[in-house]
């Protein structure tokens, strides 16, 4: 307790010697020129997309750099009104779980598909923190095509990070929780016994993406923070840092802090495939769902998967070891080369970085400091290439230019370091605001990085911004990186928090992208290919409207014959086939959002009427000079009434008054 | 009829600010970036992907060369290019060609635009008006606010009993009735 709190007081101190440091002005650090190196003419395009964590907003969101202009927001983890994603009947199952429908989660991290340890444009992935999910969007149409639940898991944070050809995205358990094929009413103080760490390698179908839990492995009871796979010479390993190694399950915040040193998990992938392969996994029954959105469907289909192989580092030797990395790191960088492994302790005032090469001849010489739960922990000074002396305070995350340098984010003294990887010179700072977290480097955590510019993210903005009420807007900034000094030169708000985010060239995804779905490949089971073909169809007490859309009417858009008691099943096609032409659908009273159909889609809006009446039903999205007129009625009888279905555009003329 | 005459002036409007655009060209000296530039109106816009609309069709047709050199000449071809939608009824060259001799030249000229715009007005209507849904005597108001009169027979359909309805084709943006006769606005 005394020594908890004169770590305390320390930090007291530091605190108040890095803030009297900061420079009181931020114009001081703007330079003249920012305004031109953000600027990006009316009608030009972006350098680069930059794909950024929504965090508890569960989406993922598209900025252009260098203007910072935010071009979409994609709906992943949480449902979206506006996209009516988890509205509509099509995109519900998307967002199933093994708990039920899931209509939220905290996406923390992205990561960009890779061959050959360089960004390929095809997918970004995104994790759930806190009902334990992987999600892979499509780069082609922005949106979510498959997410994957990841059982024996308790806040999936130490994800979705992938190797260098997205053989494997990992997903590291935050929490060590009872495994899901035990009895898990255990008391929580059984932590030590009961707790376990789990960590998942998610196989990558080459061409179509589809994920697959490959294995899980069983770790102790800690708490997976971070991970970056090796790359170049030492792609084949996985690097995971984690926490709590004390194993606290209570005041995390005192109790887990308690030893100078936490670890950094070193995984022999390939080792494991081998394992895998010889049969040493075993299977264990657990549930869990896999959603996937067919694009030719056009809507989700969730299965259950009830297995997973499971390896025990006990029957794999040489497959895990542990690195001893100071005070409860959080980052886990690896450099473009692959040679550095880069911890960063929360709570350390170093940055230690370790040598590839020399974890490597301290396993071959079995250069060990004991074990933690029978692992071998390797020797910090054995497997250490240095130390960065005194960077800043609260290292958090590093990222990587061309040039062998390294940038690290520093929470508590709220800048950012850039310094040399080959001799761990800190060669300049910049300050952020404020409370920066996750940095992002065009390419940063691949084998080639861009470089050029360096954006920070920050929790906190206070006073950056025109106040909004209690809260407040969190923000990136933008820094100037293609010199020797980093220059701010932008900062701009986000959307919910951001964590980590990911950028790449904008040719490599823009010449790809769709601009409508082809009618004719069109296979949802409710599509209408033709006004002709529009209908509305009774089964039992169930109402099928087979509408279509196109400027600027519905068909049909008078409907008679719907009961009290009846479920209206609204299948509306969008026939248009023109790129940025989407209708929308809404009818009065639903509780439900709009449809926001794209050109060739079909989506379906469920809606029990709950009264009698005629209910006015529209296009939401402003599709037409004639888009006020795109309208209708749909009329609900009572219970029992004779009215027959009938169903028209167009012919159903007012009867002129007697 | 009023909603009407404000989508009209709304497309006017739409039309004169495509107009100052390309008066004003917004080139910068400070933009940082070397990307693809865009700029002009919605028929600039590069797309191979999306059905044709009403223009993209009458430029693609060599039976109507005159009404697409009008178009342009009038500086619709922007507008046409827009969300729409709209019905075109367009008189093929051969229609052009019967009028008579030197009107088409005579519209041309520079000072005659105001002419020449009132006359292709007249051809467009707002709202897609389908074979199908056309009524004997009815009447549609277009563009230029003075109304057609459409005569069906046996599901042919005559537009000012001078004009037959020769081909109906559909485009992204509304649909093009191919005429065999230039549409004359009322005399004034």
Not at chain 1, 315 to 328: A, E, L, N
Not at chain 1, 532 to 553: D, L, Q
Request: aromatic fraction near 10%; hydrophobic fraction near 35%.
């Amino acid at each position: 307790m005394k020594k908890t709190l004169n770590v305390l007081t320390g930090l007291c101190l530091l605190l108040i010697i890095f803030s009297s440091c900061k420079p009181k002005n931020a114009v001081n650090t703007v330079s003249s020129n920012a305004a031109a190196k953000s600027y990006v003419a009316p009608g030009k395009y972006d350098e680069f997309y930059n794909f950024v964590s929504g965090g508890f907003s569960g989406q993922m969101s598209v900025y252009g750099l260098p203007s910072g202009r935010l071009l979409r927001v994609i709906p992943v983890f949480a449902v979206d009104p506006e996209k009516s994603w988890g509205y509509s009947e099509e995109t519900k199952p998307m967002l199933n779980t093994s708990h039920g429908f899931v209509p939220w989660d905290d996406l923390h991290h992205t990561e960009l598909s890779q061959t050959n340890g360089e960004i390929n444009g095809k997918w970004v992935f995104g994790n759930a923190n806190n009902t334990p999910r992987l999600a892979r969007i499509d780069l082609k149409t922005f949106r979510t095509a498959e997410i994957l639940e990841l059982p024996n898991s308790g806040g999936n944070h130490s994800s979705p990070f992938g190797t260098e050809n997205t053989e494997y995205i990992v997903a590291g358990t935050r929490f060590s929780v009872p495994p899901d094929n035990v009895n898990g009413d255990v008391p929580i103080s059984s932590y030590k016994q009961n707790f376990k760490g789990h960590i998942s390698f998610v196989s990558v179908q080459p061409e179509s993406g589809e994920m697959k839990i490959a294995f899980q492995i069983k770790t102790p009871g800690v708490n997976f923070d971070l991970a970056r796979c090796g790359r170049a010479k030492s792609h084949g390993w996985f690097f995971f840092s984690c926490y709590n190694s004390e194993k606290a399950n209570t005041l995390l915040e005192v109790n887990a802090s308690q030893k100078d040193k936490d670890f950094i998990m070193c995984v022999n992938w390939k080792k494991a495939e081998e394992y895998v392969k010889a049969g040493k996994g075993m299977k264990k029954n657990v549930r869990y769902a896999h959603n996937t959105y067919d694009e030719n469907k056009h809507s989700a289909t969730s299965t259950f998967e009830n297995d997973v192989i499971m390896l025990d580092p006990k029957d794999c030797p040489d497959m895990v070891y542990f690195m001893p990395c100071p005070k409860s790191p959080h980052g886990c960088d690896t450099d473009p080369t692959g040679e550095y492994i880069v911890g960063s302790g929360k709570l350390a005032a170093i940055i230690p970085v370790f040598s590839f090469t020399k974890i490597q001849a301290a396993i071959a010489n079995k250069t060990f400091d004991g074990a933690y739960d029978g692992i071998p922990v390797l020797k910090y000074d054995a497997v250490l290439h240095g130390e960065v002396k005194k960077p800043g305070l609260g290292p958090l995350h590093t990222e990587f230019d061309a040039n062998g340098n390294a940038y690290t984010s520093f929470f508590v003294s709220s800048e950012v370091v850039k310094w040399r990887l080959s001799d761990l010179t800190v060669l300049d700072r910049v300050p952020t605001y404020y409370s920066v977290g996750h940095l992002c480097v065009p390419g940063g955590p691949t084998k080639k990085p861009w470089g050029k510019y360096m954006i920070a993210y920050n929790k906190i903005t206070k006073d950056r911004f025109l106040p909004t009420g209690p809260e407040l807007a969190q923000s990136a900034q933008l820094f100037d990186i293609s010199g020797d000094k980093m220059k701010l030169i932008l900062d701009f708000p986000t959307i919910g928090e951001p964590h980590y985010a990911e950028a790449i060239p904008a040719e490599l995804i823009s010449k790809n992208s769709t601009k409508i779905y082809k009618i004719e490949d069109n296979k949802n089971p409710y599509v209408t290919k033709g006004e002709k073909e529009a209908k509305v169809e009774r089964k039992g007490n169930e109402i099928h409207v087979y509408m279509t859309s196109i400027r600027s009417h519905f068909v049909p858009d008078n409907i008679e014959g719907v009961k009290m008691g009846d479920v209206v099943y609204f299948h509306v096609t969008n026939l248009e086939q023109d790129w940025d032409v989407p209708h929308g659908f809404a009818v009065k009273g639903a509780p439900n959002s709009e449809l926001l159909i794209m050109p060739g889609e079909t989506q379906t809006l469920m809606w029990k009427p709950e009264r009698t009446g005629v209910f006015p039903m529209y296009c939401t999205d402003f599709c037409s000079a004639l888009h006020q007129e795109m309208q209708g009625y749909i009329r609900v009888s009572p219970a029992g009434s004779s009215t027959p279905i009938t169903f028209s555009t167009g012919t159903n003329q007012p009867k002129s008054n007697p | 009829m009023k909603k009407i005459n404000n989508l009209i002036a709304l497309i006017f409007i739409f039309g004169m600010i495509s107009c100052s655009q390309e008066n004003k060209n917004t080139e910068s000296a400070t933009t940082t970036d070397n990307s693809t530039a865009v700029s002009g109106g919605q028929e600039g816009v590069a797309d191979d992907v999306s059905q044709k609309d009403v223009v993209k069709i009458a430029i693609g047709s060599a039976d109507h060369t005159t009404l697409v050199a009008a178009l342009k000449q009038a500086e619709y071809v922007n507008d046409l290019s827009n969300a729409g939608p709209f019905t075109v009824f367009a008189p093929t060259n051969a229609a052009f060609d019967a009028l008579p001799k030197g009107t088409v030249e005579e519209l041309m000229k520079p000072e005659n635009k105001d002419k020449l715009q009132n006359i292709l007005e007249y051809h467009v209507a707002i709202g897609v008006y389908k074979i199908e849904n056309m009524l004997d005597g009815q009447t549609i108001n277009q563009a230029n606010l003075d109304n057609i009169t459409l005569s069906v027979k046996d599901g042919k359909v005559m537009v000012n009993n001078s004009a037959h309805i020769i081909a109906s084709i559909p485009a992204s943006n509304g649909i093009i009735h191919v005429i065999d006769a230039v549409l004359l606005p009322p005399a004034k």
